[in-house]
Structure formats: structure tokens, C-alpha cells
């Protein structure tokens, strides 16, 4: 089955112990990137990866690390996790424009409380 | 860069009732558009997208959405909502090409409350 996974779904931590949230998807698709969702926000881009090794900022990339060291897997890090990192992340990825498909493929989520 | 205002944070309505969640985006360029549903503690799911042709687009669970380029508009319809159909939606565009070609930009989300 064609999916992307995101792991662990739900988290809860202490402020500044080092995280990595984890995503993995199937599908062979270059293009991955997260964003986070907060009440009244919608969702909005932290970060992508056009392919692997290549990595970018989104629209809110502060307190955020990612890497891309293999095509299926794009990790997201928080280094030192603050209470304004309390969210919703969602990882997403999507194939290359010419193949037909263009929109995104969204993991469960992941719930993050930080403490 | 690109935008999308969802004109209602919250719709109530009553089940077999018909409903309208309206979406107006701004971009420089021409755009990609779509609608995504969240159910409650669930991922997103594409619900349609309009890339080109018909401005009239049909998608799952009886949901259609007309693009209207002179208003910038894609709002979404049902002509006849269930209790199932209660959830949060959101509105986004990407560009059709360009550096930024492949991320989404969301609207805040509209929350759809079926009222039995």
C-alpha cells in the first residue's frame, strides 16, 4: 500500500531534550517536506527536500533541522524543543511534476507537546 | 507567492442541508488548486483538484468545487451534507512551475459541523 509514515504519533517531552520525529514513504518520491498545523494557522511549510542531499527552508524553519540521506526517509529534528513548538507535524511527499500527479501525500500527524 | 483566504473559520449545518466552503486564493502566477479534508484525529486526504480544463470539478464523498479565475475563487460544495461529513477543510494552491512549484500554501482551515 502506497503510504507515508510518520513516527512516534503522539510525543510528549521536556524542553531542550534533542528529538527526531521520523518519516518514511513508499512511493519513490522525490519531493518531501513537513509542515506543521496550529488552531487558526492551517498548515504551514517548515521545510522540503527536492531529492536527496538537497534540503530547503519553508515559510517557518526556525528551531528546526531536517536531512535527507536516502530517497524514502526525511527525518525532522528539534535540537532544543520549546513550548512554542507545541503542534501538529505532518510529512508529506509528492512525485515529480510529470508524471500526472501532482498532489501531496500526507502522513497521520504527529502530536508533539512540549513541556 | 502565493495565498489563500478561507472566508469562514466555522460552518455549522443542519445534515441533508446543502453547503458552500468558500476559498479565494492570490498568486502571480497561475496556480494548481485543490481541497483537502481532515477528519477528527486523522491525516489529510485530497478531496479534489482543479489543474486545468473544466472549471467544474467533481470529487469524493459528492463534494464538487467550481474555479472561477475572474474572482479567484474555488469554493466547494455539497449539495447534501451527512453527519460523516464532519470534519476541517482545507483550501491550497501550488504554482504550476518554478523553484517553489511543489509546496502547497493552506488557508486556515474551515471547520464543517453537521447538525443532526
Same mark, same amino acid.
Given at each position: 500500500?502506497?503510504?507515508?509514515?510518520?513516527?512516534?504519533?503522539?510525543?510528549?517531552?521536556?524542553?531542550?531534550?534533542?528529538?527526531?520525529?521520523?518519516?518514511?514513504?513508499?512511493?519513490?518520491?522525490?519531493?518531501?517536506?513537513?509542515?506543521?498545523?496550529?488552531?487558526?494557522?492551517?498548515?504551514?511549510?517548515?521545510?522540503?527536500?527536492?531529492?536527496?542531499?538537497?534540503?530547503?527552508?519553508?515559510?517557518?524553519?526556525?528551531?528546526?533541522?531536517?536531512?535527507?540521506?536516502?530517497?524514502?526517509?526525511?527525518?525532522?529534528?528539534?535540537?532544543?524543543?520549546?513550548?512554542?513548538?507545541?503542534?501538529?507535524? #505532518?510529512?508529506?511527499?509528492?512525485?515529480?511534476?510529470?508524471?500526472?500527479?501532482?498532489?501531496? #501525500? #500526507?502522513?497521520?500527524?504527529?502530536?508533539?507537546?512540549?513541556? | 507567492?502565493?495565498?489563500?483566504?478561507?472566508?469562514?473559520?466555522?460552518?455549522?449545518?443542519?445534515?441533508?442541508?446543502?453547503?458552500?466552503?468558500?476559498?479565494?486564493?492570490?498568486?502571480?502566477?497561475?496556480?494548481?488548486?485543490?481541497?483537502?479534508?481532515?477528519?477528527?484525529?486523522?491525516?489529510?486526504?485530497?478531496?479534489?483538484?482543479?489543474?486545468?480544463?473544466?472549471?467544474?470539478?467533481?470529487?469524493?464523498?459528492?463534494?464538487?468545487?467550481?474555479?472561477?479565475?475572474?474572482?479567484?475563487?474555488?469554493?466547494?460544495?455539497?449539495?447534501?451534507?451527512?453527519?460523516?461529513?464532519?470534519?476541517?477543510?482545507?483550501?491550497?494552491?501550488?504554482?504550476?512551475?518554478?523553484?517553489?512549484?511543489?509546496?502547497?500554501?493552506?488557508?486556515?482551515?474551515?471547520?464543517?459541523?453537521?447538525?443532526?
Amino acid at each position: 500500500e502506497a503510504q507515508v509514515t510518520q513516527n512516534p504519533r503522539y510525543l510528549i517531552t521536556v524542553t531542550g531534550k534533542k528529538l527526531t520525529v521520523t518519516c518514511s514513504q513508499n512511493m519513490n518520491h522525490e519531493y518531501m517536506s513537513w509542515y506543521r498545523q496550529d488552531p487558526g494557522l492551517g498548515l504551514r511549510q517548515i521545510y522540503y527536500s527536492m531529492n536527496v542531499e538537497v534540503t530547503d527552508k519553508g515559510d517557518v524553519p526556525e528551531g528546526y533541522k531536517v536531512s535527507r540521506k536516502e530517497k524514502r526517509n526525511f527525518p525532522l529534528i528539534l535540537e532544543s524543543p520549546s513550548p512554542n513548538q507545541t503542534s501538529l507535524y #505532518f510529512c508529506a511527499s509528492s512525485p515529480p511534476r510529470g508524471q500526472g500527479v501532482t498532489e501531496a #501525500f #500526507f502522513g497521520q500527524g504527529t502530536r508533539l507537546t512540549v513541556v | 507567492a502565493q495565498s489563500v483566504t478561507q472566508l469562514d473559520s466555522q460552518v455549522p449545518v443542519f445534515e441533508e442541508a446543502p453547503v458552500e466552503l468558500r476559498c479565494n486564493y492570490s498568486s502571480s502566477v497561475s496556480v494548481y488548486l485543490f481541497w483537502y479534508v481532515q477528519y477528527p484525529n486523522q491525516g489529510l486526504q485530497l478531496l479534489l483538484k482543479y489543474l486545468s480544463g473544466s472549471t467544474l470539478v467533481k470529487g469524493i464523498n459528492g463534494f464538487e468545487a467550481e474555479f472561477n479565475k475572474s474572482q479567484t475563487s474555488f469554493h466547494l460544495r455539497k449539495p447534501s451534507v451527512h453527519i460523516s461529513d464532519t470534519a476541517e477543510y482545507f483550501c491550497a494552491v501550488s504554482p504550476w512551475s518554478g523553484a517553489g512549484s511543489y509546496q502547497l500554501t493552506f488557508g486556515k482551515g474551515t471547520k464543517l459541523s453537521v447538525i443532526p
